[in-house]
């Protein structure tokens, strides 16, 4: 989970009350829940992985960093990739906070974003963690 590789979750759930809409949607209302895995490809593209408690190793979150630097530099970037590039940052944000930080501050609330950020602040940031400089 920390490198990337299994980025996404699974669930097995049963339904135990539903409803059928009149447009032919199910909502589920509420289910039992069997079963929650990490896996590498998920049904739902919005079941990610965003971030993995344990040690942090900086030279990897560097690298991971630089990587991201270099596919964001393509020209034609597809939709897919920009939601793959999103979450990608939404991981690395939390590790360098976590770095950051001290220990007893980290907290595991997820990191809500607020609309309109403007982006070269982050990439400042970001780049100002990697060298310590914070």
Partial sequence: MKTGVISENSVGIIPTKKQFRGDGVRELNEVKLYEISAVTLASNPMAMIT????????????????????????????????????SELM??????????????EITTEPIV??????????????????????
């Fill in 51 to 86: 971030d993995a408690k344990g040690e942090i190793d900086v030279d990897l979150v560097a690298q991971r960093f630089d990587t991201l630097n270099k596919v964001i530099k393509k020209e034609n970037v597809s939709d897919e990739l920009g939601y793959a590039i999103e």
């Fill in 91 to 104: 991981k690395l944000k939390s590790l360098f906070t976590q770095i950051t930080q001290p220990v007893e």
């Fill in 113 to 134: 974003e607020e609309k309109g950020e403007d982006v070269s602040e982050i990439y400042n940031y970001l780049l100002k963690s990697l060298k310590r400089e914070i």
